[in-house]
């Protein structure tokens, strides 16, 4: 009977603690003033650091201690937000602050920039970084975390493709759900979660030409089939908040937009957290040419749904007017005003406005060896082998002179990326590739570093020093690629090459003949044509964060054996982007390369990319074969297919292998991808093992947008590929029935 009871209270607990924090509110807001209620909704960067351009203004704290902030971002530490939730302690009604930050891939400890994290395809590994940063960033005093960004990428022009999960929306949504429920771990109120926001609400991925904050322009069908999928799936997962995005969709800022936030997030998917603008967004409706001032930007914003001013001060300057002359209801700002309130309530604020600032939690989390082991292996797992076509890797830590050349070999910032929180001990908190190769070299071993040139400039003077210490070496190993601010936001690069004269600096070693391991560290697919074509080893290591030479020094000596995939498709050339792998077929469709003539096809360029999604090789060699399916019909009311296929492990090294399940709808009312990815599972068998790998498909998987919005699945005829990459594969065929 107890065992009864307790199962009934875990029940309706949610509901009875939904309405404590509802009359809780509901009473704290028959006391606001109008001022104080346009308080909190008001968001101020702190003094310390910034992620956008700054606005000045005199009297912060005094706004504080007068209730008129409801948010600061950019503050962190005990003695920080001590120091300003004092503060608003000292307002009239002791309404706590909500502390933000850009918590997007670790806090005091980094780990891979987010789009690595994705190339592991291990999401309970994704998950574990976003539980970790939580864990460390909530032991400094913050509440809210402005990650994870799960808008869909398929321009690598765009700088923030590096902090998204990629071009794929199954994928993708998968992402979106892991790291919600790593931010936000046991739920709210627990002083190791953080509240997370799901950006850019909305396309912000799709910016014309890749160029940052570009106009948007796509038919609703492919907004709400691939750019709007991860973010339902945030939503349905529970995430806290939501952010807007820069962009204009369809010629309306998405700050402004009803259909995004009034419409399809809080009407359609019933989201009942509250949406943040990005930094300015609001007033930048007037530069859009949206809105003619900062009240009209402010009207529209609030009419739009957009609950909090992150730094624009739009609503703290206009609503009170615009209520008072009759242009704003009062019960928009009281819904705003209560959807934040709950959240501060949510995460027991108001019981104790200083529960997330306590000394010997940060103290703890200075240096977590739990987060750094973590760090290593996610680094590991996030590398992607490219080529390795004489099994030069991995190295025999014997091996007697290894030379270690490029600009990254003895870096230490740029492993962490864009995106990472900067401290005064970074050089102790960093482990540079040098010094991760060098502790895994036997003794009697010789690393010899040359840094042979800078990332981005013209010098080669030390070009001279570097073919020197070529010369004298057993293997070479050269780290070329993009220095940390070459990706990220407001970091769209026209050309997405080896900058500076790193590729001239590969040709001269190469030109030596000595066995050459390529290293390329980036936030973002690069286009590195010559050396795909004529260096023969290369894995891509992204930005790996703070124990980036370590698991660098993993996979090149092999106690890792790599296992990661490309989460983009990487081009042969700037003219080919967009390119992903889902694109439709068209009516001119090239079956061959060499096909030119009347063809959808370009005259002086393959189609095909350099380097396909899903791709990356291993140590070992893995077969895939006997696919089979459990039946050649699915009905469409209630049934599944089972897929099942072989995979052994025939190679001299235990590894893992991630098969991956495509389907491509042959025949629909709208057109349908060449292919579109439905499951992957990531197997790991010892050498000379085998096993059996299982999907199961539903008729719900085959669901897609028509043209008038309606989510259905027809009838038809459906091919399978089953492989390890999306361009390769075995194929078997089903037919869709009533």
Same mark, same amino acid.
């Given at each position: ?44 960067? #702190? ?10 203004? #005199? ?7 007068? *209730? ?84 869909? =990428? ?17 994928? #993708? ?11 936000? =771990? ?17 396309? /912000? ?63 359609? %998917? ?44 739009? /609503? ?9 002359? *009759? ?7 009281? $819904? ?11 995460? #027991? ?132 690629? $993009? ?46 044509? %010559? ?42 050339? $700037? ?77 001299? /090294? ?85």
């Amino acid at each position: 009977m107890r065992l009864i009871f307790s199962l009934i209270f875990l029940l309706l607990s949610p509901n009875i603690f939904a309405q404590q924090a509802e009359k809780f509110v509901t009473d704290l807001m028959s006391k606001m003033t109008l001022e104080e209620k346009i308080g909190q909704l008001n968001q101020y960067s #702190g003094e310390w650091a910034t992620t956008g351009p700054v606005t000045p203004d #005199g009297d912060k704290q005094g706004q504080i201690r007068r *209730g008129q902030v409801g948010s600061m971002l950019n503050v962190s530490t005990v003695e920080h937000t001590t120091a300003l939730q004092k503060m608003a302690m000292e307002s009239r009604l002791k309404i706590p602050l909500l502390f933000g930050q850009d918590v997007i891939h670790g806090y005091r400890i980094n780990f891979p920039i987010p789009l690595a994290e994705v190339a592991s395809w291990d999401l309970q590994a994704i998950e574990n970084s976003a539980r970790y940063a939580a864990v460390e960033a909530a032991a400094y005093g913050i509440h809210w975390t402005f990650a994870p960004m799960v808008d869909i =990428g398929r321009d690598p022009r765009w700088g923030r493709v590096m902090e998204g999960a990629g071009e794929d929306t199954y994928l #993708g949504t998968l992402v979106a759900k892991a790291r919600v429920r790593g931010f936000q =771990g046991k739920g709210l109120g627990n002083t190791d979660a953080l509240m997370a926001c799901a950006k850019h609400f909305a396309a /912000y991925g799709a910016a014309i030409g890749g160029r940052d904050y570009n106009s948007v322009d796509m038919s609703l069908r492919q907004l709400y089939e691939t750019y709007l999928p991860p973010f339902k799936a945030a939503a349905d997962e529970g995430v806290a908040t939501f952010m807007n995005a820069f962009n204009d969709l369809n010629g309306i800022p998405a700050t402004g937009s009803q259909l995004l936030q009034r419409e399809i997030l809080k009407k359609q %998917w019933q989201f009942k957290g509250f949406v943040v603008s990005d930094w300015g967004s609001i007033g930048e409706m007037i530069q859009h040419g949206y809105a003619k001032d900062n009240r009209e930007a402010a009207l529209k914003a609030i009419i739009a749904g957009s609950d909090m001013d992150m730094e624009s001060r739009s /609503y703290k300057n206009n609503l009170a007017q615009l209520v008072a002359d *009759g242009k704003v209801d009062m019960a928009l700002i009281d $819904e705003a005003v209560r959807r934040i309130l709950t959240k501060k309530y949510e995460l #027991g604020l108001f019981d104790d406005p200083f529960k997330f600032s306590n000394q010997k939690r940060q103290d703890a989390q200075a240096n977590n060896p739990m987060h750094r082991k973590h760090a290593r292996e996610i680094g590991a797992k996030s590398i992607v082998l490219l080529k390795n076509e004489k099994q030069l890797l991995p190295l025999s830590k014997s091996t007697k002179n290894i030379a270690l050349i490029g600009p990254f070999g003895k870096a230490i910032s740029d492993n962490l990326g864009f995106w990472s929180t900067s401290w005064p001990d970074d050089a102790k908190l960093i482990v540079p590739i040098y010094d991760g190769l060098k502790s895994q070299m036997a003794a009697g071993s010789t690393l010899t570093y040359a840094k042979g040139c800078n990332i981005d400039d013209t010098d080669r003077s030390q070009f001279a020093e570097a073919i020197e210490a070529a010369k004298n070496a057993d293997v070479v190993i050269i780290t070329l690629g $993009e220095a940390a601010n070459m990706s990220g936001e407001a970091k769209s690069r026209s050309a997405i090459r080896l900058p500076g004269v790193q590729e001239d600096l590969l040709k001269e070693i190469h030109q030596l003949g000595k066995p050459m391991v390529l290293l390329i560290s980036a936030g973002r697919p690069l286009i590195f044509d %010559w050396a795909a074509d004529h260096i023969e080893t290369i894995a891509y290591t992204w930005w790996l964060g703070s124990e980036a030479g370590n698991a660098i020094a993993d996979v090149v000596f092999g106690n890792y054996n790599p296992a990661g995939k490309l989460p983009m498709t990487f081009p042969r050339s $700037e003219g080919q982007i967009p390119i992903y792998y889902n694109h439709y077929n068209t009516g001119r469709p090239a079956t061959r390369e060499d096909e030119l003539n009347y063809v959808s096809a370009y005259t002086d360029l393959k189609n095909s990319p350099k380097f396909p999604f899903g791709y990356g090789l291993s140590y070992t060699n893995f077969e895939i074969k006997n696919l089979q399916l459990s039946s050649k019909t699915l009905k469409a009311n209630a049934d599944t297919l089972k897929i099942t296929v072989d995979l052994a492990n025939l190679g001299n /090294y235990d590894g893992e292998e991630v098969v991956q399940l495509y389907v491509r709808d042959l025949v629909g009312s709208v057109v349908r991808p060449v292919k579109e990815l439905k499951g992957f599972k990531k197997v790991f068998l010892k050498k000379g093992e085998k096993t059996k790998v299982e999907f199961k498909l539903t008729p719900n998987d085959l669901r897609f947008y028509d043209e008038h919005l309606n989510f259905i699945v027809e009838e038809g005829t459906f091919d399978i590929f089953v492989g390890n990459s999306s361009a390769t594969g075995l194929k078997a065929s089903f037919e869709l029935i009533k």
